[in-house]
């Protein structure tokens, strides 16, 4: 699984693995890979702290951080936080706080207790803490990428990161995108088919990495969406990939540190249960289909609202669902390739098991020649 991009990055094998916990991070580095971390649940200050805890334990090894700086947002460019948090709260309608409610109240969900810690409201789907997310991230040496997951990044954080010597990736469901984002300045284009989870498009894998691999020849790109097999990474290679980039897949594992009962939901789910709804972040987002996102999904009930005013509207409420431990409620962000998960491994036994897995259907291949075919 060497590729030249790998080879650049100084990693074994051309594994990006994208998760928001530190300790996958870490694990996928010290295996081979490049781990991204997902920054938008941290703060900018909890981003430092995140990133100092990765750099004592990941042996000088480059790993990337992955931020969302969405290109369309009721959030403004340039307000201070507390400014934009109280504009935001205020367009959010009461009919939308009391659907939540109704839904909550259906299933007994119970306020949260006294005392309990609860979520940020206004995560950092917004350019002022994004950009102080990559002035963070940019101070560290061994950051070797910046991804943007929502259209492209902003030209001036492009060079911004180039000054620093680091690398610029974005996610794209499409062609044009893509096209886009290489004329921006973006090095690497994860061509991200309609099976990942979280934001996606419309397009297949299969369809949407050849045609990206061809439009945006010279630049390298990953291929992502439903990849979390050797056969699987193998196919992104004969696509023109010049590596993979996996997200669902580390959801699975002991480090990420999922409860029992989402455990219990992977495990049981099949790849028809990862469903793209609003009901998330307001912008379609492949997710775990519950009773939560049909509730948001009927077309009789409000409309979910757009980034970030959704999220705020119901990060209290998935909050209180968590920890009410309300299994037909509780959801995540995950692609369709939940189907094929099993037991719950290490990560270091995750890239185990892909790598032989990735050897051993190389090996198998068919062997054939032009001749075979036109005789």
Not at 38 to 49: D, I, N
Not at 129 to 158: H, M
Not at 181 to 207: C, F, L, P, R, Y
């Amino acid at each position: 699984m060497r590729t030249e991009l790998s080879d650049s990055f100084g990693i074994d094998f051309g594994l990006f693995a994208f998760n928001y916990m530190p300790d996958v991070v870490i694990e996928v580095c010290k295996a081979g890979g490049l781990g991204v971390l997902g920054a938008v649940r941290f703060t900018p200050a909890e981003l430092k702290e995140a990133l100092d805890y990765i750099e004592a334990n990941v042996g000088g090894r480059p790993y990337g951080v992955d931020v969302v700086m969405p290109a369309k947002t009721e959030a403004k460019a340039g307000m201070d936080v507390a400014s934009m948090h109280t504009m935001l709260e205020d367009m959010i309608p009461q009919e939308h706080k009391d659907f939540v409610e109704s839904v909550l109240d259906r299933y007994d969900v119970p306020k949260l207790p006294d005392g309990a810690r609860q979520n940020r409201d206004l995560l950092s789907w917004n350019d002022t803490e994004a950009r102080e997310q990559v002035n963070v991230s940019l101070e560290r040496k061994q950051v070797k990428l910046i991804v943007n997951a929502l259209g492209p990044p902003p030209k001036d954080v492009v060079d911004q990161a180039h000054e620093a010597g680091v690398r610029v990736a974005a996610l794209t469901g499409r062609k044009d995108h893509a096209l886009k984002q290489v004329a921006n300045g973006v090095d690497i284009i994860v061509a991200q088919g309609t099976e990942a989870g979280g934001h996606s498009g419309d397009i297949a894998t299969m369809i949407l990495v050849p045609e990206i691999v061809d439009a945006v020849s010279g630049t390298p790109v990953l291929a992502a969406g439903g990849i979390g097999s050797g056969r699987q990474a193998a196919a992104a290679y004969a696509l023109g990939a010049q590596g993979v980039w996996t997200g669902s897949m580390w959801l699975n594992t002991v480090e990420c540190g999922q409860s029992d009962i989402m455990r219990k939901k992977f495990h049981e789910a099949k790849s028809q249960d990862a469903v793209r709804s609003r009901a998330y972040t307001g912008k379609p987002a492949r997710q775990l289909r519950t009773e939560w996102t049909d509730a948001w999904d009927d077309p009789s009930t409000p409309q979910p609202l757009g980034m970030p005013l959704q999220y705020m509207l119901c990060s209290e409420a998935l909050e209180r669902i968590r920890h009410a431990g309300r299994e037909e409620l509780m959801g995540t962000p995950i692609g369709q390739l939940v189907g094929s998960f099993a037991e719950t491994r290490t990560v270091a036994e995750t890239i185990a098991t892909l790598l032989a897995d990735y050897e051993k259907t190389v090996s198998s291949l068919p062997r054939t020649s032009s001749k075979e075919f036109s005789s």
